[in-house]
């Protein structure tokens, strides 16, 4: 059944390995933060630096393995009709609203749609690491710099993830305006056996 993400929001779940987690991008250019968790041992989490060294890429997709700090792989990518998605940037935080939007006011954030999600399984905000952040459109220069442009995801893309190990999952819809082309729409999952 497809759970509704609603726009800067998020949510936290549990599922078995074998099952495939399928992550829809439902009306287009919406990016999903995603976290994983070993529902074993919740030190054991997903590792960006562990992932692009093991996979030697920064370009992150179709038919490779998301690992955890403990080299150990937790998710596989089977699907991925969009084929863009980034995992250097850490999740978007009241701090980047600060610093990078100069905003003073209260803003959602993924962090915190992370951390509150996942707060009932006993993972606090220290916990929380850098994402995979699914349809996201981070590019880079050839002097190292790095630009944030609109998801290529088009209504309906999808990304299909099969779980290697007993996972704890914290997906939001992200709030961050540069991330999602200027607006905010929902995004969908749906827990396959």
Not at 14 to 19: A, Y
Request: charged share 25%; hydrophobic share 35%.
């Amino acid at each position: 059944m497809i759970q509704e993400i609603s726009k800067q929001s998020g949510a936290g779940f549990k599922i078995r390995k074998g099952q495939k987690l399928k992550v829809i991008d439902p009306k287009g250019e919406q990016v999903s933060d995603m976290v994983l968790f070993n529902a074993a041992d919740t030190r054991e989490k997903i590792s960006s630096g562990k992932t692009l060294d093991f996979e030697e890429s920064i370009l992150i997709s179709k038919g490779d393995f998301l690992w955890s700090n403990r080299s150990n792989k937790m998710m596989e990518i089977l699907e991925d009709t969009n084929g863009r998605n980034d995992f250097l940037l850490a999740p978007c935080s009241p701090e980047t609203f600060k610093i990078m939007y100069n905003n003073e006011e209260y803003h959602p954030s993924c962090f915190e749609n992370l951390y509150t999600n996942l707060a009932k399984f006993d993972i606090e905000p220290d916990d929380i690491p850098t994402a995979f952040n699914i349809f996201m459109n981070v590019q880079f220069q050839q002097d190292g710099k790095l630009s944030v442009d609109p998801p290529l995801s088009k209504a309906g893309d999808h990304v299909l993830f099969e779980a290697k190990m007993d996972l704890i999952v914290g997906l939001t819809a992200c709030s961050a305006e540069d991330s999602n082309g200027g607006s905010f729409k929902p995004i969908h999952y749906e827990v396959l056996d």
